[in-house]
């Protein structure tokens, strides 16, 4: 099987691009048509190898037509790195607008809050196939106790290492975060030319499970907002767990302190380094690296022996358009897009993993590379707040520069703990 090379859309730095060029002021009316003909229009993202992705939908899209006489469907697929101000034009003039869109699974609540998605929540409720979906992902298309669309894929981080390495050296996969950060000191002493584990001051994804393994949290809801949890003593807790990675006995901080997801599992593919924290989505990257055949990949440990390390649950979700004058149509084939079978076949083509835990569990048998992160997600992944002030915090990088601060010395955890929640409290209260 080949896996597309882009990773899942909100698991990378393009995603929280994006995210940061979120549509403005839109018409938020809505239409009251509901025609049961005519053309409805798609927009999807474009693969690196899109392939794949358009043979799954090709065939979704004929099943439909055949279902739903008189009704034809015209699929576009955009650029995911121009994305924003094509989104902004069509939640802002309905008539250019398409009916269905697939967007980063951090999107949700901006594009909400711009009256951009319609509300799903009755139908959704009804759809056979949504009683599996998994939590988080629900999460994903929920704000406010409402669903917005359907989970399209996930994606989430485990632990890689090199089997080679740690037979060599005579070390043991770690048990503990205490036992990962030994181990990766360990093996940094005694082969200086490799990272122990690679990690980046600005993978953010990389040090969440951290601050989540420590009892942490990014953020609390407060009424109808939120406010930054940074500050706390267990989110404090897991931000030193992760900012004493960085240093000379393990990833030096002139090189590892400016280093995002991408530099991390380009290090470990490339054989720099004996540990990363990566997707199932940079599994091709491994096999096409330096690396192949002589890894793992296990989930990232927690604190305590047997625990897993929540994980941030990244992917891409499909959803309607409030503007559309299809909108029964457009319901229906948003259920069909993301539904189990365009799913299981999107696994197939792509490698993206389904939303749906039983489909899940089937996959992985099918593929045991899978396993570590099905493992992952089933321990309970974890999510941003669903705010639209998600996007300005990201894009103000309020948690790699609190890093930053702490790797390089400028500040300890609690003073650039404290400057980053007061930033985003800042963003959280701009936001309302």
Avoid at 48 to 53: E, F, L, R, S, W
Avoid at 301 to 329: D, M, Q, W, Y
Wanted: glycine letters at 10%; one cysteine or more.
């Amino acid at each position: 099987m080949k896996l597309s090379v882009r990773t899942a859309v909100p698991l990378t730095a393009l995603v929280l691009a994006a995210t940061a060029c979120a549509p403005g002021t839109s018409d938020t009316s809505g239409s009251s048509k509901d025609e049961k003909s005519g053309t409805l229009r798609v927009w999807l993202f474009q693969e690196v190898n899109n392939t794949p992705k358009k043979k799954v939908v090709d065939a979704t899209v004929d099943t439909f037509q055949r279902a739903h006489k008189g009704a034809k469907v015209q699929v576009e697929y955009i650029p995911v790195e121009t994305r924003a101000e094509k989104i902004k034009a069509a939640f802002n003039d309905p008539k250019s607008a398409p009916d269905v869109i697939e967007y980063g699974n951090t999107d949700t609540a901006g594009y909400v809050k711009d009256g951009g998605l319609a509300d799903v929540t009755q139908e959704f409720g009804t759809w056979a196939d949504a009683k599996d979906t998994d939590p988080t992902a629900k999460e994903s298309v929920t704000v406010d106790g409402k669903i917005y669309g359907a989970p399209y894929f996930v994606g989430v981080r485990a632990l890689y290492y090199r089997t080679d390495v740690f037979k060599e050296l005579g070390v043991g996969v770690p048990k503990t975060q205490a036992e990962l950060a030994a181990t990766a000191k360990k093996i940094h002493k005694a082969r200086p030319e490799l990272y122990g584990l690679a990690v980046g001051g600005a993978y953010t994804y990389g040090a969440m499970p951290f601050i989540w393994a420590n009892g942490g949290e990014l953020a609390e809801k407060k009424g109808e907002s939120y406010v930054s949890a940074l500050d706390s003593p267990a989110a404090r807790k897991g931000i030193k767990a992760y900012t004493s990675l960085f240093g000379d006995t393990n990833c030096p901080a002139a090189k590892c302190a400016g280093m995002g997801g991408n530099d991390t599992v380009t290090a470990f593919a490339s054989g720099k380094a004996a540990m990363a924290i990566g997707g199932d989505f940079s599994h091709q990257a491994m096999e096409d690296g330096a690396v192949k055949g002589k890894y793992a990949v296990v989930p990232l440990p927690g604190v305590k022996a047997g625990e897993i390390a929540p994980a941030f649950a990244g992917g891409n979700n499909i959803g309607v358009l409030k503007s559309t004058a299809h909108r029964t149509l457009a319901v229906d084939l948003m259920e069909q897009l993301a539904g189990k079978s365009a799913q299981r076949a999107l696994f197939s083509g792509m490698g993206f993993l389904p939303t749906y835990t039983d489909v899940r569990a089937d996959v992985a048998k099918q593929e045991p590379f899978v396993a570590p992160f099905v493992k992952t997600l089933g321990a309970g992944a974890k999510f941003v707040p669903a705010s639209p002030a998600w996007a300005k915090i990201d894009a103000s990088l309020v948690l790699p520069t609190m890093f930053q601060e702490v790797v390089s010395g400028r500040k300890d955890v609690a003073a650039a703990s404290g400057d980053a929640a007061k930033k985003m409290d800042d963003a959280f209260g701009a936001a309302g």
